[in-house]
């Protein structure tokens, strides 16, 4: 399925291709299993062989298997040449147990990437903290939810290389008009347990997409508290803010409020833009974490380096 232009992207694949299923984060719960079953089928409609790790259930409380063991299948895919993309059903709270069991030299060599997103957050950015290397911050469940077939779409085309519509989001300036730099980040308080870690990737000239699922106007406001501590909006470029769910839902004029947060935290300097396509809605667009993009106003996003 690769395209036959010039531009060649990181995420392409070919009808055919093997793809690894994993759950870094919590286990699924058994009940599950045709949903499962449902997501397999979609992908062997695609045209990839998609093949589960031995680490998907839970068996051991809300675990999959131990930190470890998680990591190891994981691993896994990336050392085996017949898988060329990694999906991650999982979402929660534990993905950053796997973390000082990958094997960072292995990731850096393998021309694949992993495709997660939520508590996921953690293995993005560590990833590029410990080989430069993009992941993509998207959830493959997507393809069976109420938006299943646009993202299917979507989905399609990057795969085969001839688009970028997965990619692409409407977006606004809150502050500034321009932003250039790569994105590091996602979701907020998952990506703020890489803090104090080997793991937290060096922010300066970056930008920084943030989003969450869970956290009234308090925990919103303590999460940009603590970055703002951390010195981080002193180095980054600007800054992306997603759907912040719950904030959204329970506070009146939450996309307000939420403007309001960021702009006090990040200071009247640093560019700010806000859009509603990415985070954990079933709309939501994709995002190459560690990939360079061009934010400018009255123009769509652009990909500068894939």
Known sequence: MRGSGERKFVWQLERGDGVGIVCCSDGWRRERQQELSALLQKLEELGLRPRLSPCIYEKDGAFSGSG?????????????????????????????????????????????LFWGYSDLTVILNAVYAKTGRPSVLWQVRNLLY??????????????????ETLFSFP???????????????????????????????????????????????AMIASGLAQLRQMGVFDRISGLLLGTFTELEKKTPDGAERL??????????????????????????????????MILESGRPPRLAEI
């Open 259 to 292: 403007a309001a947060l960021a702009k006090e935290a990040a200071g009247a300097e640093l560019p700010i833009a806000g859009t509603d396509r990415i985070g954990h809605g079933p709309d939501s667009a994709a995002v190459l974490i560690g990939g360079r």
């Open 68 to 112: 470890r063991e998680r990591a190891r299948a994981l691993m896994d895919f990336y050392r085996d040449a017949s898988i060329r993309a990694i999906f991650d059903l999982s979402g929660g709270n534990a993905a950053n147990e796997v973390l000082p069991f990958l094997d960072f030299d292995a990731i850096a060599g393998a021309d694949k």
């Open 171 to 217: 977006f606004r300036f809150l502050q500034k008009d321009r932003m250039e730099g790569v994105i590091l980040g996602g979701n907020l308080r998952c990506l703020l347990k890489l803090a104090g870690t080997p793991f937290w990737p060096e922010m300066e000239g970056k930008l920084l997409l943030l989003e969450a699922r869970s956290g009234g106007e």
């Open 146 to 163: 109420e938006r299943g077939k646009e993202q299917e779409a979507d989905l399609t085309e990057a795969l085969s290389g001839t688009g």
